[in-house]
C-alpha cells in the first residue's frame, strides 16, 4: 500500500494564482482531512471529509475549497493564492467507524510558497 | 473548548540521556490525548495515544507516556534517547463529539547530541 501519497511536494504562487493540492489514500478509509503547518504554529484543521460527497469546514477553511467525490481522492483547493497562504499543507486519513480516537495517517505534506 | 500546551520549543539532549517532553491539555470532558512524531521531510506518523483504560500507554522506538487527570498532563518520555530520535514532536488532544477534530500542539523539536 502506498498509504496517503500528495502532489506536488513543492510549488511556488504568484499572488492571485489558483492551484490545486491533491491528496490520495488506498486504506480505504472513510475519513480524510487537510492540515496546515505554520512554523511554531502546529497544525491547524482546514477542512475535512466523513465520506464521498460529505465535507466539512476546519479551524482555518477561509481562502480554500475542497470537494470528495471518491473515497480515495481528496483534493485542496486554493482560489486566489495570497502570501497568508505560504504553509506546509498535509493530508491525513483514518477509518473514522471509531472517532476522533483513531489514528490518522498523514501524507508527506506539499511546500507552498506564495509570492 | 480544548487546548494543548507543549512547554519548549525546542529540547536538547545527549545521546543515552533521559528524554522528557512535556504536554499539558485542557479539557472539559475526558480527553484522548496522542503523540506524532514528524520526521525531516516526512508527514507526521502516531508514536502512542491514550484512550481509555491504562493510564501508563508505550508507542513504538521505546517511548512512553503517562496520563495524569490531577495534572491534565500527557507527558512523554525514553529513558536513553538515540540520534534516530531527533525529529519533531506534537502532542493532540481530542475528545468524543468534537467531530472527529484533533487539536495539536506546537510541537518540540528534539535535538540529540553525540
Known amino acids: 500500500n502506498a498509504g496517503v501519497t500528495q502532489t506536488p511536494k513543492f510549488r511556488i504562487l504568484k499572488i492571485g494564482q489558483s492551484m490545486t493540492l491533491q491528496c490520495a489514500q488506498d486504506?480505504?478509509?472513510?475519513?480524510m482531512y487537510w492540515y496546515r503547518q505554520d512554523p511554531g504554529m502546529g497544525l491547524k484543521l482546514i477542512y475535512y471529509s466523513v465520506g464521498a460527497g460529505i465535507t466539512d469546514k476546519g479551524e482555518v477553511p477561509n481562502g480554500y475549497n475542497v470537494s470528495r467525490s471518491t473515497t480515495e481522492d481528496f483534493p485542496l483547493r486554493l482560489e486566489l493564492a495570497a502570501p497568508s497562504q505560504t504553509s506546509v499543507y498535509f493530508c491525513a486519513s483514518s477509518y473514522g467507524l471509531a472517532g476522533v480516537q483513531e489514528t490518522q495517517y498523514f501524507g508527506p505534506g506539499t511546500r507552498l510558497l506564495v509570492l | 473548548a480544548q487546548s494543548v500546551t507543549q512547554l519548549g520549543s525546542h529540547v536538547s539532549v545527549s545521546e543515552g540521556a533521559l528524554v522528557l517532553l512535556r504536554c499539558n491539555y485542557s479539557?472539559?470532558?475526558?480527553?484522548?490525548l496522542f503523540w506524532y512524531v514528524q520526521y525531516p521531510n516526512q508527514g507526521l506518523q502516531l508514536l502512542l495515544k491514550?484512550?481509555?483504560?491504562?493510564?501508563l500507554v508505550k508507542g513504538i522506538n521505546g517511548f512512553e507516556a503517562e496520563f495524569k487527570k490531577s495534572e491534565t498532563s500527557f507527558h512523554l518520555t525514553k529513558p536513553s534517547a538515540h540520534m534516530s530520535d531527533a525529529a519533531e514532536y506534537f502532542c493532540?488532544?481530542?475528545?468524543?463529539?468534537?467531530?472527529?477534530?484533533?487539536?495539536f500542539g506546537s510541537g518540540t523539536r528534539l535535538l540529540v547530541r553525540p
Open positions: 491514550y484512550t481509555t483504560g491504562a493510564t
Open positions: 479539557s472539559s470532558v475526558p480527553p484522548y
Open positions: 493532540a488532544v481530542g475528545t468524543w463529539g468534537s467531530s472527529y477534530k484533533l487539536i
Open positions: 486504506m480505504n478509509h472513510n475519513y
